[in-house]
């Protein structure tokens, strides 16, 4: 089956860190993605990792994936005022071409 | 290159009317989707075109829904007619050739309100 589970909101305190947590369903998964979506505005890519890491670290980002679980989560170190928008992760399966299946989005708040 | 550019960015329709919206993909990038997004389901994919040909249309909610690609640079959406529950914003994206990671860049989406 296809589904991508996150929870709705999140709120830290800027300097905190963030961890966005999200769920997929399909264990063919081959790419999983965070977007971040700001307002009025459409996605854009934050980083992927490959179903075969377990671990992918960018800047203040840090995306963890355990397979056994089905689970991915980001990590934003450092949290910002700017980095308050609402994070997509999202999944691409073996043999799916590119259709991503998105999730519901988390809604990080970031509190001064 | 600009990004991908949608046209309208908010459109406001009466029930019943033609809806037509219009997207300029990046210029080089052979494929393109069109994504749905409301607040009950989230992002849906409804089609996509490799190379100008629908690849997967299985994510049209209905008949009233269409969309073409008569060339590399240029693609509609059209919903005839419009319902109330077709309000949502509408996202295009492309992406260019290469292999199954590669990135898919948003427009910045059209705002239909139905009423």
């Known amino acids: ?112 | 290159d600009a990004g991908v550019i949608q046209s309208p960015r908010h459109e406001v329709t009466e029930m019943g009317q033609e809806v037509t919206l219009r997207c300029k993909p990046i210029s080089g990038h052979d494929y393109l989707f069109w994504y749905r997004q409301t607040m009950m389901r989230g992002l849906e994919l409804l089609i996509y075109f490799n190379n100008n040909v629908p690849i997967d249309d299985s994510g049209m909610p209905e008949d009233r829904f269409s969309a073409k690609m008569p060339n590399a640079s240029f693609s509609t959406l059209k919903i005839q007619p419009s319902e109330p529950r077709d309000s949502a914003v509408y996202f295009c994206a492309s992406s260019p050739p290469g292999g199954l990671n590669t990135e898919a860049f948003f427009g910045q989406g059209t705002r239909l309100t139905v009423v």
């Open chain 1, 1 to 112: 089956g296809e589904d991508v589970e996150q929870s709705l909101f999140l709120s830290v305190r800027e300097g905190d860190s963030s961890v966005i947590n999200c769920t997929y369903t399909d264990s063919s998964s081959t790419y999983l993605y965070w977007y971040k979506q700001e307002p009025g505005a459409g996605l854009q890519l934050l980083t992927y990792i490959f179903s075969n890491m377990d671990m992918k670290q960018d800047q203040r980002l840090t995306v963890l994936l355990n397979k056994k679980d089905k689970h991915l989560s980001l990590r934003i170190a450092d949290t910002q005022t700017g980095d308050s928008a609402i994070y997509f992760c999202a999944e691409v399966m073996k043999g799916s071409a590119r259709q991503l299946t998105f999730g519901s989005g988390t809604q990080l708040t970031v509190l001064p």
